[in-house]
């Protein structure tokens, strides 16, 4: 019998091949797939956010179709491919183009990450999430699992880990040119909005907005213009430790191997997470205005216990500010000091015995101090990215994993999403990430897994 091989089931074929699968020289991959065609992709969210790919994907890649539940504000995105199709609904396009369709996108609300990146890798495609992953930590957990299930190339979007910055912090910290590191502190400034009245007027709906569609599993309320301010809501969005935390604190995530404390097999034999939460106030349906968290991380290794210190919101949290200020040897730009162009607004100091080093807020950028000490510093070798996007897209085609890969980057979610439930709840809490359970906290385990609306599952 003549076996019909269609373009998905041979991508996906190849990918479930193996991660290190390499390109050839001669632009074929040793199955004979094209190392230079463009992948078919299709972008889920192409306004806000999910203009960057808009912009980015034509360019490299061949862009097959386009969906967003508001045709408005997608109107003008559209036009940067015109011959894809445009789609409301990303399951209709999914059915409809499961055999045009190599891989997809997803830059909508958090809300919705979930969901349609679930639906995509069932379907076989590659999938590019932006950060923070999931809404939730068993959704983070979910994603993993479908992704080494159905051996689809996945990616998240915390485009700094494709920077040299990022991979030399890496791998400096992975070799000891630190030390022992047993304190770190991260902050942004940004902050949450604070406790709010719940929306409960009913407003007209434009025609131009699915309403279901943009609410996705959350619960069923009538449209107000107030929900669309999504970040602003627990319901929707993950508060500045999804927007930024993913950012701001991969370097250290990754450099200290706080990642591996997810594997059961753990040699020290320790997995809980500690976490102790401050805020300006518990906030049940937004964020608060500022919050301080501590991590305590259990050994990893050779490595020691290590606290992570994360302060959110420049006008009430307490924070490091002067003590870093002092080992740097120059003022933080919080708009206030410096070149006052808020340079600074996030950023990251690793505190080890032999040195510290820090980081700008996408890890793009780092120093090393004292100056003196590193000035001769010889880096380690790394491997260089193509590019996020590019990287993502030759594992595609069959080549290496993604570095952001589910594998990690889900970790790296749930540890950010850990400090929303601390807190939603305001009080301290133990998680064993190889369980996915909070032990200590009846209220705050619940908060792991929310529940879906009728009608959606993942």
């Known amino acids: 019998m003549k076996t019909v091989i269609n373009r998905r089931a041979f991508l996906r074929n190849t990918v479930a091949a193996g991660a290190g ?27 806000g956010r999910g203009g960057w790919f808009s912009d980015t994907m034509p360019r490299i890649s061949n862009v097959v179709a386009m969906c967003d539940v508001n045709t408005r504000r997608a109107a003008g995105q559209f036009a940067k491919a015109p011959n894809a199709k445009r789609y409301v609904d990303f399951r209709k396009m999914l059915d409809e183009m499961d055999n045009e369709i190599d891989a997809v996108t997803v830059a909508t609300p958090d809300n ?13 495609k590659g999938i590019f999430t932006e950060k923070p992953l999931t809404h939730d930590i068993f959704e ?59 929306p409960t007027e009913k407003h007209d709906l434009p025609d131009y907005i699915d309403w279901d569609l943009w609410l996705g599993p959350a619960q069923w309320r009538e449209y107000n213009t107030r929900w669309t301010a999504w970040h602003t809501w627990r319901d929707f969005a993950t508060g500045q430790l999804g927007n930024w935390g993913c ?26 997470i500690r976490l102790i939460p ?18 305590d991380f259990p050994a990893r290794g050779d490595m020691p216990p290590v606290k992570v210190h994360w302060y959110n919101g420049a006008g009430g949290a307490p924070g490091p500010r002067k003590m870093i200020e002092e080992k740097m040897g120059r003022p933080l730009d919080w708009g206030d000091a410096g070149a006052k162009q808020w340079r600074d607004h996030a950023g990251c100091f690793v505190i080890g015995s032999e040195g510290m080093l820090h980081s700008n807020g996408h890890n793009t950028e780092y120093a090393l101090y004292p100056t003196e000490k590193f000035k001769d510093y010889k880096t380690p070798e790394t491997v260089r990215s193509r590019g996020h996007e590019n990287e993502w897209l030759d594992a595609v085609k069959g080549g290496p994993a993604g570095m952001s890969n589910f594998d990690y980057a889900a970790p790296l979610a749930e540890y950010v999403l850990l400090g929303n439930i601390a807190t939603l709840v305001g009080e301290k ?9 909070i032990t200590n906290h009846e209220a705050a385990n619940k908060a792991i897994q929310r529940q879906y609306r009728h009608g959606w599952a993942l």
């Open 247 to 272: 950012h701001t604190m991969n370097v250290f995530f990754k450099g200290l191997r706080l990642d591996t404390l997810w594997s059961a097999d753990n040699p020290n034999g320790k997995n809980n």
């Open 112 to 124: 919705t990450h979930a969901v349609i990146s679930a639906a995509a890798i069932r379907h076989g």
């Open 429 to 437: 809490i133990e998680f064993d990430p190889a369980a996915m359970k």
């Open 140 to 198: 983070a957990r979910k994603l993993r699992d479908l992704g080494r299930q159905y051996k689809v190339a996945t990616q998240m979007g915390n485009q700094g880990t494709a920077s040299r910055a990022f991979r030399e912090g890496v791998a400096l910290i992975q070799a000891g040119a630190l030390g022992h590191v047993r304190e770190v502190h991260a902050w942004n400034t940004g902050g949450g909005a604070g406790d709010r009245p719940v």
């Open 21 to 47: 699968f390499l390109i050839l020289n001669d632009s074929r991959s040793a199955f004979g797939y094209p190392a230079n065609e463009k992948v078919n992709v299709a972008l889920v969210g192409v306004d």
């Open 278 to 295: 401050q805020v300006s106030e518990v906030c049940k349906g937004a964020f608060p205005q500022w919050e301080i968290l501590e991590y």
